[in-house]
Antibody, heavy 122, light 110 residues
Framework: QVQLQESGPGLVKPSQTLSLTCSVS??????????WNWIRQNPGKGLEWIGY???????YYNPSIKSRVSMSVDTSKNQFSLMLSSATAADTAVYYC??????????????WGQGTLVTVSS | QSVLTQPPSVSGAPGQRVTISCTGS?????????VHWYQQLPGTAPTLLIY???NRPSGVPDRFSGSTSGTSASLAITGLQAEDEADYYC??????????FGGGTKLTVL
């Protein structure tokens, strides 16, 4: 059973970089044709996809926040990471990591982490 | 504002059938992109409920079914149970080949 676990600071100051790591267990991040995603959910709101990274390091980001997003993968540690620069209060959200597989080219997210709340505040 | 439009809320009594719509456009669902559905129980992470329009992952009861026609998709839940009370999200792709979600629908079991 694949499991994902987010980790990182729960509090980030405005204008700083929000950094999170997702640790994957129960399966290799470089095994199989999977995409490793970040999704966030503002308090009381809906889901927003941030982007994905493939085990090879190739990435695809949501155009709406692409200029501030960077993702990386460490296959030796079976982890992938999110960095969101110039954080503002609008970035306060529960951040989820999730595994994605494609069906007819469209990613479906079959395993999710429990989520971690990140608050952007001074 | 979400690319995919869902009703904010739906409700039904135990045992009834409810449907949740997900309306898109010719740039997303209408372009032929598959639709997936997620269930988010209160205080938990979303879980995959339906993928590829109609397929259920292992463990999902057959009370849940999905369909797609034209620029819209629907999730149907039959034999409504109290444990089905949750938020439901549809998901597909847009013209940028980005993952897009519906705004979510809160299901209340009366």
């Amino acid at each position: 059973q694949v499991q994902l676990q987010e980790s990182g600071p729960g509090l980030v100051k405005p204008s700083q970089t929000l950094s999170l790591t997702c640790s994957v267990s129960g399966g290799s991040i470089s095994g199989g044709d999977y995409y490793w995603n970040w999704i966030r959910q503002n308090p009381g709101k809906g889901l927003e996809w941030i982007g994905y990274i493939y085990y090879s390091g190739s990435t695809y980001y949501n155009p709406s926040i692409k200029s501030r997003v960077s993702m990386s993968v460490d296959t030796s540690k079976n982890q992938f990471s999110l960095m969101l620069s110039s954080a503002t209060a609008a970035d306060t959200a529960v951040y989820y990591c999730a595994r994605g597989f494609t069906i007819r080219g469209v990613i479906a997210l079959d395993y999710w982490g429990q989520g971690t709340l990140v608050t952007v505040s001074s | 504002q979400s690319v995919l439009t869902q009703p904010p809320s739906v409700s039904g009594a135990p045992g009834q059938r409810v449907t949740i719509s997900c309306t898109g456009s010719s740039s997303d669902i209408g372009a032929g992109y598959d639709v997936h559905w997620y269930q988010q129980l209160p205080g938990t992470a979303p879980t995959l409920l339906i993928y590829g329009h109609t397929n259920r992952p292992s463990g999902v009861p057959d009370r849940f079914s999905g369909s797609t026609s034209g620029t819209s998709a629907s999730l149907a839940i039959t034999g409504l149970q109290a444990e089905d009370e949750a938020d439901y999200y549809c998901q597909s792709y847009d013209s940028n080949l980005s993952v897009v979600f519906g705004g979510g629908t809160k299901l209340t079991v009366l």
